[in-house]
């Protein structure tokens, strides 16, 4: 798998992206801002999908950029709303705009996002808005703003809630191996087995 990484827009969001090793479709992950510097990454590649790991207006500011050339935008059900939502995405409070156009596929928990050969495995974890998810695949975690290197999202956001957050961590995060290399919404990568050891918001045994 083909992971690249840009940091982009007022928060230093990290948007990825991601293809099989043949050179296949890209996977955009969380097109946070700043078109022009997205579409010289993309460099004419083709586009498979837009997934989005929660509709925050800091994760998608730069969905103009593909949606224009017709690539379908997808995000988890219970953010769906949220993507055209200036309130609920935060828009209004980061003083930018929402998108107008709700996405092409509403995702759910243990869904696959397929482009060529790459297969991304949707795992609903919810707490830092109700319809969080993190991708997984190949021993790497897209975690949005689920899980940081040392720490976790906030939850004191609308729609966001620490206890579940915890479960979710607990519960989908915790049994993966300690090899699986986390790619987070923001801040540098980390591993699952670090976050173990160091991470005070992450269960242990």
């Known amino acids: 798998m083909n992971v690249e990484r840009l940091v982009l ?3 230093d969001t990290n948007c990825w992206l991601v293809s099989d090793e043949a050179g296949g ?5 969380d097109p946070a801002a700043e078109e022009e510097k997205l579409r010289r ?6 586009v498979a999908a837009i997934v989005l790991t929660h509709a925050h207006a800091d994760h998608l500011g730069a969905l103009h950029a593909l949606r224009e050339a017709g690539v379908p935008l997808l995000v988890h059900a219970a953010d769906a709303l949220a993507v055209t939502d200036a309130e609920r995405n935060l828009a209004t409070f ?3 705009e929402a998108p107008v156009d709700p996405p092409d596929r509403v995702l759910e928990d243990d869904d696959i996002v397929e482009a060529g050969e790459l297969a991304l495995h949707v795992i609903h974890t919810p707490g830092h808005t109700p319809g969080g998810i993190c991708l997984f695949a190949e021993d790497h975690l897209f975690a949005g703003d689920t899980l940081f290197a040392g720490s976790v999202g906030r939850s004191d956001l609308p729609g966001g809630d620490g206890r579940v ?4 961590i607990a519960e989908k995060l915790a049994p993966l191996p300690d090899d699986t290399r986390v ?5 540098p990568d980390t591993t699952i087995g670090r976050e173990r050891r160091i991470n005070p918001f992450f269960p242990r045994a």
């Open 25 to 29: 479709p890209l996977i955009v992950i």
């Open 94 to 96: 980061l003083g930018t």
């Open 41 to 46: 990454a993309i460099a004419g590649r083709e």
């Open 183 to 187: 790619h987070p919404g923001h801040g």
């Open 9 to 11: 827009g007022q928060l």
């Open 165 to 168: 957050l915890a479960s979710s």
